[in-house]
């Protein structure tokens, strides 16, 4: 619970800084920007993230032995989606559709493992993607690059050998819990049937979120060239990853406000983008907003969710 509210506390005071130095206007600018095209191009690319994304997820499930059929896995992704665009923390949704799925299928652990598993590998997937497009454009952040570069690389290493050195025999806490990981990490995304699919669908929802900030960024006024826009967006996006926001809002603008005036545009600029990927985001995130809305009148009615079944 603190630390629950210390990360909203965090988005808070990050966007009381942002409101601090650029006022207002930015987000009020944006947000009058955005037109009709924009909301049903968002939709469409949050029809094709939100499908690739539930793919994953039932593909890592699968692997882990909790069946998740794709239908399924969709209603319930759009839930996380919405909740997540709505709530502190940006996290939430993913909990309760981890928990959720694991309590139908009989194994809240597994199915908690699959949610922890399949964001991960998105997370990897997205940082090792922003790394060549970073280094592939110019950027801001193009002289730190080497060192980010060998941190990645080193993490990587570091964990293929702590997986190679975990003992086959130990009943201790913490051995037990590196033999699960691995025997994870094998079975749920390394696996022939899973592997080619949870890299795929990984690198679709990346595409996906990208463009759909490049459109924000028109949206909001932009007139850069894209090749100069393309790595502004992705630091952006990678900001959305830290803990420290209030319904998305939060890191992503701060860092859409550095990024856009360090690379010569305007701080308010960068704001103003953010603040109409939110919305963009948001709208996409709609048909979760249906999806609860139909639980919560078939609980009215009597009625109950069928259970995911394997």
């Given at each position: 619970?603190?630390?629950?509210?210390?990360?909203?506390?965090?988005?808070?005071?990050?966007?009381?800084?942002?409101?601090?130095?650029?006022?207002?206007?930015?987000?009020?600018?944006?947000?009058?920007?955005?037109?009709?095209?924009?909301?049903?191009?968002?939709?469409?690319?949050?029809?094709?993230?939100?499908?690739?994304?539930?793919?994953?997820?039932?593909?890592?499930?699968?692997?882990?032995?909790?069946?998740?059929p794709l239908?399924?896995?969709?209603?319930?992704?759009?839930?996380a989606v919405?909740?997540?665009?709505?709530?502190?923390?940006?996290?939430?949704?993913?909990?309760?559709?981890?928990?959720?799925?694991?309590?139908?299928?009989?194994?809240?652990?597994?199915?908690?493992?699959?949610?922890?598993?399949?964001?991960?590998?998105?997370?990897?997937?997205?940082?090792?993607?922003?790394?060549?497009?970073?280094?592939?454009?110019?950027?801001?952040?193009?002289?730190?690059?080497?060192?980010?570069?060998?941190?990645?690389?080193?993490?990587?290493?570091?964990?293929?050998?702590?997986?190679?050195?975990?003992?086959?025999?130990?009943?201790?806490?913490?051995?037990?819990?590196?033999?699960?990981?691995?025997?994870?990490?094998?079975?749920?995304?390394?696996?022939?049937?899973?592997?080619?699919?949870?890299?795929?669908?990984?690198?679709?929802?990346?595409?996906?979120?990208?463009?759909?900030?490049?459109?924000?960024?028109?949206?909001?006024?932009?007139?850069?060239?894209?090749?100069?826009?393309?790595?502004?967006?992705?630091?952006?996006?990678?900001?959305?990853?830290?803990?420290?926001?209030?319904?998305?809002?939060?890191?992503?603008?701060?860092?859409?406000?550095?990024?856009?005036?360090?690379?010569?545009?305007?701080?308010?600029?960068?704001?103003?983008?953010?603040?109409?990927?939110?919305?963009?985001?948001?709208?996409?995130?709609?048909?979760?907003?249906?999806?609860?809305?139909?639980?919560?009148?078939?609980?009215?009615?009597g009625g109950?969710?069928?259970?995911?079944?394997?």
């Amino acid at each position: 619970m603190f630390w629950a509210w210390a990360r909203a506390l965090g988005g808070v005071g990050l966007l009381g800084a942002l409101l601090w130095q650029v006022g207002g206007g930015p987000f009020l600018d944006g947000l009058a920007l955005i037109d009709g095209p924009a909301l049903a191009a968002a939709l469409a690319i949050g029809v094709l993230t939100t499908v690739c994304g539930a793919w994953r997820w039932s593909l890592v499930a699968g692997g882990l032995g909790v069946r998740l059929p794709l239908r399924t896995a969709v209603a319930h992704c759009y839930r996380a989606v919405f909740l997540n665009a709505t709530l502190p923390g940006g996290v939430l949704g993913d909990v309760h559709r981890a928990v959720r799925h694991g309590r139908d299928a009989g194994d809240v652990g597994r199915g908690v493992r699959a949610v922890v598993w399949e964001r991960t590998a998105g997370q990897v997937v997205q940082v090792v993607l922003a790394l060549v497009l970073l280094a592939a454009f110019p950027s801001p952040v193009r002289p730190y690059l080497p060192a980010a570069i060998a941190v990645v690389v080193a993490g990587g290493l570091a964990a293929v050998l702590l997986a190679r050195a975990v003992p086959r025999a130990g009943r201790s806490r913490w051995a037990r819990a590196l033999r699960a990981a691995v025997t994870d990490v094998r079975a749920g995304l390394l696996a022939r049937r899973t592997w080619f699919g949870v890299l795929l669908a990984s690198a679709v929802m990346v595409a996906g979120h990208l463009a759909t900030f490049l459109l924000a960024a028109r949206t909001a006024g932009a007139t850069a060239p894209l090749s100069r826009l393309l790595p502004l967006t992705l630091l952006a996006l990678l900001a959305m990853g830290l803990p420290l926001n209030v319904a998305g809002f939060g890191p992503r603008e701060g860092v859409a406000a550095w990024a856009f005036g360090a690379a010569g545009l305007t701080a308010a600029q960068g704001v103003a983008t953010a603040t109409v990927y939110g919305a963009l985001v948001l709208v996409a995130s709609l048909p979760g907003a249906a999806v609860l809305l139909r639980r919560g009148t078939r609980s009215a009615a009597g009625g109950r969710e069928p259970a995911d079944r394997g």
